[in-house]
């Protein structure tokens, strides 16, 4: 269903062009061009939304090359909605020409990627997969994916074993490309979940709908809205958790009033439950923008990882307000988010840390690439892996 140009104006109508979004902007810094601004955007949005302009492909190319990060919400004194103005502009011009839709539907398949990841193991892509990247343009999406293909087999599936009866039912949400390269991660989440009193169950791995719902795929967003209400509405839980928080904004939209958190807003107020052994190890910590600016679970995960004992935590500076991965962004807009992930990693360099951290998968791989790319040797976890892994059990 597409969009009401009338809610589009009305959400545009809300920004007083104040122009306090401009210095939070990660495109407008890249370009430092007005159409690549939130202020910009919005302008262009209303003019669309009342047909003062035609959508070309230039025109929609300052919307499409937005990461949706949000900065500009957090600096906005309007309280602009500018998620939404984004959201319901791409339903209304619809996906994007150029988008890599065979590939974006490849990757919101997890049982045939798990499976494509198995083959490519027993092939030995990963020591070939760079020479087959570079046989390909840089700004091709195909390029970017092989880049992005983790070196390592797939973890095994997380599991959600034992019982903590009587204590609150939460349910982990695997969602698609996270049920393969973040299987440890929800499997840490169930872990410590468990160690801090709760029960814990899994729903199917599928995909949230999130690609579709910022790509303008609005009809098919709403079908996985549906199979995530469906799944949930089995669940029995009380409470909905995600490791990555790309998910969660579009989990909360699917379920309204339904409790929809980052498991470490869960672990923090269980904090005194838990222990863990201590770590002599300095560590970056990369905040992904929907951790700051959607789950705004940035401060629990500080509080947890400062329950280590000798660990140094070293979050990153801001700005850079963005890695560039952003969704699908890092695979429609190749170049563009490789220049914005380089600009983190110089600040991860001023660190010096031993290893990595962030809790957005997309970020990581998307990180971890670069790294790669530059020849460092630093390894690229997910916080809940590192912290399950200090866990002091219970006798």
């Not at 393969?180 to 949230?208: H, K, N, R, W, Y």
Request: aromatic share 4%; glycine share 8%; hydrophobic share 45%.
């Amino acid at each position: 269903m597409r969009a009401p140009a009338g809610r589009i104006a009305e959400l545009a109508d809300q920004c007083v062009q104040c122009g306090l979004c401009l210095p939070v902007c990660p495109t407008y810094a890249l370009d430092r061009n007005e159409a690549e601004s939130p202020r910009g955007r919005i302008a262009i949005a209303a003019a669309l939304a009342r047909g003062l302009a035609d959508p070309t492909a230039g025109l929609r190319e300052h919307l499409d090359h937005c990461l949706g990060c949000l900065n500009c919400e957090k600096a906005c004194p309007a309280n602009v909605q500018y998620g939404e103005l984004l959201i319901e502009t791409r339903a209304l011009l619809g996906p994007a020409p150029q988008s890599p839709r065979q590939l974006l539907n490849l990757i919101k398949r997890p049982v045939l990627m798990r499976a494509l990841r198995q083959i490519g193991g027993w092939l030995a892509l990963s020591r070939w997969k760079g020479w087959l990247a570079r046989r390909r343009p840089a700004t091709s999406s195909w390029r970017a994916a092989l880049l992005l293909m983790p070196t390592e087999a797939p973890a095994a599936r997380a599991r959600a074993g034992g019982k903590n009866h009587g204590q609150p039912r939460v349910a982990l949400f695997p969602g698609c490309v996270a049920s393969i390269d973040d299987a440890e991660a929800q499997q840490a989440a169930i872990t410590l979940m468990q160690a801090a009193g709760f029960q814990v169950s899994l729903l199917p791995a599928f995909c949230c709908g999130a690609m579709d719902l910022h790509g303008g795929a609005a009809e098919l967003a709403e079908q996985a809205a549906q199979r995530v209400r469906q799944a949930w509405g089995t669940s029995g839980a009380t409470q909905l958790v995600s490791v990555t928080p790309g998910c969660l904004g579009t989990l909360l939209r699917a379920l309204p009033g339904v409790t929809v958190v980052d498991p470490v807003e869960l672990l923090a107020t269980h904090v005194n439950a838990l222990a863990f052994h201590p770590l002599a190890q300095r560590i970056a910590l990369h905040l992904p923008c929907t951790q700051i600016n959607v789950a705004r679970s940035d401060n629990a995960l500080l509080q947890l990882l400062r329950r280590v004992p000798e660990l140094e935590v070293m979050p990153l500076p801001r700005p850079p307000y963005c890695c560039g991965a952003a969704g699908s962004h890092l695979l429609e807009f190749p170049e563009r988010a490789a220049e914005l992930r380089d600009a983190t990693l110089r600040q991860v360099t001023t660190l010096d840390p031993q290893q990595l951290l962030s809790s957005n998968i997309g970020c990581r791989l998307h990180l971890a690439a670069g790294i790669d790319a530059q020849g460092l040797h630093w390894p690229t976890r997910h916080p809940l892996t590192l912290l399950a892994q200090q866990l002091i059990h219970a006798s």
